[in-house]
Every structure is written in C-alpha cells, then in structure tokens.
C-alpha cells in the first residue's frame, strides 16, 4: 500500500485524529494570546475560533499533520499503532507551521 494511502488511513483513525485535534485546541489556545500585529493574524484567529468552538473536524486537523513528510513517515512506519510513536512535539510543530495558511483559506467564509 502506498504511504499516501496508508497516512490517510492512520489519520482517518480516532487514536491519531483525536490527539491532533487536543493539540490543535492547544495551539489555538496560544493564537487566542498572541499579539494582534502578528503576521496572518486575521486568519490564525478565525481559524482558532473555529477549532475551539467544535467546528473543525478532527480528521482533517490530522490530514493536515500528514502534509509533513516527517511525521508521514513516521506515523506509516508505525502503523499498527495508528502512529502512536509520532511525538506531540512533532504534530504541534506542523500545526504550527500551516496554522497562518489554513487560517487564511477560512477567511473566505468558511
């Protein structure tokens, strides 16, 4: 099976979605804190509104972590744990990295 499949299969799972999801409302949590001049604060707020309202599924927070290479293949080479042995420290540093670009394709009225 391709990796691609296989990561969409670990991050259609609850074990992998679930915990994305914790350290998205996490993460949302420190955009609610940060300064109003930060670069892209417009969408990083919405899109933390929307986290911490409910309103982003957890499967496509975790189908956003997959986009990293990294934790891809970390998650697919520890598979029949549903990457389990993928650190929190590596999904909060890929939400944190597409967190101003996702924001920003909410701000379109999403």
Request: proline share 3%; hydrophobic share 50%.
């Amino acid at each position: 099976m391709s990796e691609s499949i296989e990561a969409a299969r670990i991050a259609q799972s609850p074990r992998f979605s679930s915990r994305c999801a914790l350290l998205a409302t996490k993460t949302a949590i420190a955009v609610a804190y940060e300064d109003p001049v930060t670069e892209g604060h417009d969408g990083r707020i919405r899109l933390a509104n929307l986290v911490l309202k409910g309103l982003v599924a957890a499967t496509l927070v975790a189908g956003w972590v997959m986009t990293n290479g990294t934790v891809r293949s970390a998650a697919v080479a520890d598979k029949e744990n549903m990457g389990a042995a993928v650190p929190d420290g590596d999904i909060e540093f890929v939400l944190a990295s597409v967190w101003t670009a996702v924001g920003t394709a909410y701000l379109d009225g999403a």
